[in-house]
């Protein structure tokens, strides 16, 4: 992405989508937005998270793999309190890393994250009422069906803006 293109929506539009985060219960701290910006050459995803858990010492880094989920809802169970975001959003049946909601992972920053990209994975009117999640662990990009990307502990439904 250049930086015209950035500065062009992040600064000039409004986004199309939002997904407001909030974290499990056990993650109570975790908030954010997650916009979403329809081009012609794709969507322009932006994530700014705040309240991320922290990784030990110089080396403790916290990567968080971050997707789209096929369900309508962050709502569960009191023992899997995020269970009816689904799998990961995969319309075209795609193994992972392919499936369309497969996004680049969370780079935690003393508990903060801000991530923008573009995708032609994805239209603005296709994910509307899917969720945005967040887990525990980094993608790994190779295990079948998620990447081995530990629990899920922020979530926010996709609500359309524009």
């Not at 789209?68 to 890393?97: F, Q, V």
């Not at 508990?111 to 899917?130: N, Q």
């Not at 190779?142 to 359309?160: D, F, H, L, V, Y």
Request: proline letters at 7%.
């Amino acid at each position: 992405m250049t930086i015209s293109l950035l500065t062009d929506v992040l600064l000039s539009n409004f986004p199309f989508a939002k997904a407001k985060i909030q974290g499990s219960p056990d993650y109570p701290k975790i908030r954010g937005e997650v916009n979403f910006y329809q081009l012609s050459q794709g969507v322009v995803v932006a994530a700014d998270i705040n309240g991320l858990p922290m990784g030990d010492g110089k080396c403790g880094c916290k990567v968080f793999a971050f997707h789209i989920h096929e369900g309508e809802s962050c709502a569960g169970t009191k023992n899997e309190p995020l269970a009816n975001t689904g799998g990961h959003y995969a319309p075209e049946g795609c193994p992972h890393p392919c499936h369309a909601g497969d996004m680049p992972p969370l780079f935690g920053n003393s508990g903060r994250a801000w991530l923008a990209f573009l995708t032609d994975r994805i239209t603005v009117d296709e994910i509307i009422g899917k969720t945005v999640v967040i887990h525990s662990a980094p993608d790994d990009f190779t295990t079948q069906p998620s990447g081995n990307s530990g629990s899920k502990i922020a979530c926010g439904a996709i609500e359309r803006l524009a």
